[in-house]
């Protein structure tokens, strides 16, 4: 598994953080399901 660091304002992280517990996942599970939602949404296209 590869590690990278991205930025982002306090609020946005915030909001991730709140919607990820809402989800019952962790922050880094979110972003991860986002990017993998991205990327088969880039397949389709």
């Known amino acids: 598994m590869v590690r990278f ?22 922050l880094n599970g979110l972003i991860r399901q986002i990017l993998w939602d991205w990327l088969r949404e880039q397949e389709r296209m």
């Not at 609020?11 to 989800?23: M, V």
């Open 5 to 26: 660091l991205i930025s982002t304002t306090d609020e946005t992280r915030n909001e991730l953080k709140s919607i990820a517990n809402q989800r019952g996942q962790t």
